[in-house]
């Protein structure tokens, strides 16, 4: 019996190791997003990327041009390195938000420009007045901004193009994110309503999976924004045309997907998490 016991306490103690080891290696993940598109590589972190996702999704609802999600993307970046910030600078000490928008100057309420959806809306609506498309970024943006620093948003044209690329579908399984596992359930019509509101396209949810009827770019913007959202959304694996984002293997392979149909799978799903 004290044989068996000390068996059993060496299996035991065993078995924790190995989960811890394994939890280490958790927390070793440097979790990152990267957008590739052709030569170019750029680096964000998930909550980053996310915000990138949320600005090209916008632009895709309005029917904008890929060029226009340059645009805002490089602007954010360069106002609040793509964060939703609740403080502003020495210029303007109400700006407040992804795009730092400043209320004083009728860019709507503090609350209102501190929601990312309505920042990214009111942010086109400014850019739609003039002829963006034949200006720099940095001239398109400075005629939004109206910066004291006008030449800044130059500096992060690149990555701008690179994820808007991604982001709005014109280059397929473009975005990658390496995330740690997921730390519970997800919430499927939480993601369903973030895509209606995002893209105002509709998702039906079914377990623990978020399907949307979309092919082509729009196919592409969908799958590669859940990518960008997996770390906050739970989201383990995302399939679009012959593609799936696997997030145990941190990135795309091949698989038995379809074009015409994105489906989100979210932890919980499959026992994960």
Request: with cysteine; hydrophobic share 45%; net charge negative.
């Amino acid at each position: 019996m004290v044989a068996l016991g000390v068996s059993v306490a060496v299996a035991a103690g065993g078995i924790y190791a190995a989960y811890g080891f394994l939890d280490q290696g958790q927390t070793l993940v440097r979790e990152r997003c990267t957008a590739v598109v052709g030569t170019e590589e750029h680096e964000l972190d998930p909550d980053q990327a996310a915000n990138a996702a949320l600005i090209a999704a916008v632009s895709v609802r309005r029917g904008m041009p890929a060029r226009a999600a340059t645009i805002g993307i490089a602007t954010a970046f360069q106002e609040s390195k793509l964060r939703n910030i609740d403080y502003g600078d020495r210029a303007g000490p109400d700006s407040r938000g992804l795009f730092q928008q400043r209320p004083s100057q009728g860019w709507g309420t503090q609350a209102q420009v501190m929601d990312p959806l309505y920042a990214a809306d009111r942010f086109y609506e400014e850019l739609v007045k003039f002829d963006y498309t034949a200006l720099p970024v940095t001239d398109a943006a400075q005629k939004v901004q109206r910066s004291a620093y006008p030449l800044a948003y130059a500096d992060h044209e690149p990555e701008g193009r690179a994820y808007a690329s991604a982001l709005t579908g014109n280059s397929p399984a473009a975005l990658n994110c390496v995330l740690r596992r997921s730390t519970g359930p997800g919430d499927p019509q939480a993601v369903a309503d973030d895509l209606r509101a995002a893209f105002g396209v509709d998702a039906a949810v079914r377990g623990g999976t978020v399907t949307v009827a979309a092919d082509k770019t729009l196919g592409w913007a969908v799958a590669q924004w859940a990518v960008a959202n997996a770390g906050n959304r739970q989201v383990t694996a995302v399939g679009n045309a012959g593609l799936l984002w696997n997030r145990a293997e941190d990135g795309w392979v091949p698989a038995s997907t379809t074009d015409g149909s994105v489906v989100i799978t979210l932890a919980g799903a499959e026992g994960e998490g």
